[in-house]
């Protein structure tokens, strides 16, 4: 069973950083994705990054140079490192894997291809 747990979250002001962990526990596909989406009130959910188990990574527009997805291959957590954080970057964080590779195709960040979510980590950023 797939369980997916989402820590790491709070309140920082514009310009800091904090790191997000998904526990990842019972992801055994040989070939899998994690990714990180969000959400902020009243806006859709949006892709934020993915990692696959080759390694391989993807971003969205809006983090690419402050953003960076990791994961220890060992226990199958997946991080995110969010550094020079700005209020549109306010959000509930969720983690999300899949069965498969990365594509590298406008689905890799797509939330309907992923079916097992986490509940969530609140991350505030103030100006």
């Known amino acids: 069973q797939v369980q997916l747990v989402e820590s790491g979250g709070g309140s920082v002001q514009s310009g800091g950083s904090l790191r997000l962990s998904c526990s990842g526990l019972?992801?055994?596909?040989?070939?899998?994705?994690m990714a990180w989406f969000r959400q902020a009130p009243g806006k859709e959910r949006e892709g934020v990054a993915a990692?696959?188990?080759?390694?391989?990574?993807t971003y969205a527009d809006s983090v690419k140079g402050r953003f960076t997805i990791s994961q220890d291959n060992d226990d199958k957590p997946c991080y995110l490192q969010m550094n020079s954080l700005t209020p549109e970057d306010t959000a509930m964080y969720y983690c999300?894997?899949?069965?498969?590779?990365?594509?590298?195709?406008?689905?890799?960040?797509?939330?309907?291809?992923?079916?097992?979510w986490g509940q969530g980590t609140q991350v505030t950023v103030s100006s």
């Open positions: 999300a894997a899949r069965a498969g590779p990365l594509m590298f195709n406008a689905y890799d960040l797509y939330d309907k291809h992923f079916g097992f």
């Open positions: 019972g992801v055994t596909y040989s070939s899998y994705t």
């Open positions: 990692i696959d188990s080759n390694g391989r990574t």
